[in-house]
């Protein structure tokens, strides 16, 4: 069965680097996702992605995010320079399409800002 | 603005016992609404969906969920929880429009044996 996937599965770094986080979505899908959950707390929704650009952004998504679909299978979320509060699982979700409302969840990505 | 709620944020049950997982909702025209379960380090797992139709829908690992429009809730039961149910469980909603899932600050579920 498809599935999403994400890599790395943890990525520890220095406060003020750069993260990029990678994400495969399932092949046929169109609408792709980033959301975040610190830990404790609830599942946040960050950006929506289609057709090359984005299509929605919560407050969180701010200039330091960015994301990219580089070729036909990645898709990215770019951090330009992290912050300890930007330590967080990161999942990616990708939809078919039109008509279809399920999103489908990688494992996540767990980064630890130090 | 849609928003998820959910009131009970740990649940102790013991195993064999009936568990009933509160979810209240609130978005201006019909919803679409998920149930996730997360395992400890694990990604987000999709239990069942409500889109339209049956009120009451099935889905994996033995879980159901009622839809109630006059309520605006969505809770999730299991007649008989099993140890490996101990887990974190949200409820999700997503508009018309399909994009992003709004979801609720999540249930923990304890399991005695």
């Known amino acids: 069965e498809p599935e999403v996937t994400q890599t790395p599965s943890h990525q520890v770094t220095q406060m003020g680097q750069e993260v990029i986080l990678r994400c495969v979505p399932i092949s046929n899908h169109l609408y792709f996702y980033w959301y975040r959950q610190i830990l404790g707390q609830k599942v946040e929704f960050l950006v929506s992605?289609?057709?090359?650009?984005?299509?929605?952004k919560s407050e969180i998504f701010d200039d330091q995010f960015s994301v990219e679909r580089p070729d036909g299978s990645n898709f990215t979320l770019k951090i330009r320079s992290t912050k300890l509060e930007d330590s967080a699982m990161y999942f990616c979700a990708s939809r078919r399409g039109l008509g279809y409302n399920e999103q489908f969840f990688g494992p996540g990505t767990r980064l630890t800002v130090l | 603005a849609q928003s998820v709620t959910q009131p009970d944020i740990h649940i102790t049950v013991s195993e064999g016992a009936s568990l009933e997982l509160r979810c209240n909702y609130s978005?201006?025209?019909?919803?679409?609404l998920f149930w996730y379960v997360q395992s400890p380090g694990q990604g987000l797992q999709l239990l069942l969906k409500?889109?339209?139709?049956?009120?009451l829908v099935q889905g994996i690992k033995g879980f159901e969920a009622e839809f109630k429009r006059s309520q605006s809730s969505f809770n999730l039961r299991k007649p008989s929880v099993h140890w490996s149910d101990a887990a974190e469980y949200f409820c999700?909603?997503?508009?018309?429009?399909?994009?992003?899932?709004?979801f609720g600050g999540g249930t923990r579920v304890l399991v005695k044996p």
């Open positions: 409500y889109f339209s139709g049956d009120t």
């Open positions: 978005y201006g025209a019909t919803p679409y």
């Open positions: 992605f289609y057709n090359n650009e984005i299509s929605e």
């Open positions: 999700a909603v997503v508009g018309a429009a399909g994009n992003k899932l709004t």
